[in-house]
């Protein structure tokens, strides 16, 4: 079955930088999109970012500005998102997403990681 494992997440001060890594099992990994979503202390799941399989169509969420960058690295079955210039309110926990369909865009994740802990002081 598919699995996703998320690693990267941690604690780390306003403006600093954190990378976060998912490694896919289970599936091509390149035929299909990927995501990250966040979800923090009471509030709903929100999209972050998300990219084709071929990594030609990405998509950020409003929030993101710049700050962030998503990819993927289809011979590793590996997805990152790079992050920057971090914010105590972009304090959440970080979820992977895969899709079912090469394409993102108006879709759903399927399949979701367990999620790691992204932590920005002030």
Do not use: H
């Amino acid at each position: 079955q598919v699995q996703l494992v998320e690693s990267g997440g941690g604690l780390v001060q306003a403006g600093g930088s954190l990378r976060l890594s998912c490694a896919a099992s289970g599936r091509t990994f390149g035929a299909y999109g990927m995501g990250w979503f966040r979800q923090a202390p009471g509030k709903e799941r929100a999209f972050v970012a998300a990219l084709s399989g071929s990594a030609n169509n990405i998509y950020y969420g409003d929030f993101v500005k710049g700050r962030f960058t998503i990819s993927r690295d289809n011979a590793k079955n590996t997805l990152y998102l790079q992050m920057s210039s971090l914010k105590p309110e972009d304090t959440a926990i970080y979820y992977c997403a895969g899709y079912s369909t090469p394409v993102v865009g108006g879709r759903s994740p399927s399949y979701w990681g367990q999620g790691t802990q992204v932590t920005v002081s002030s």
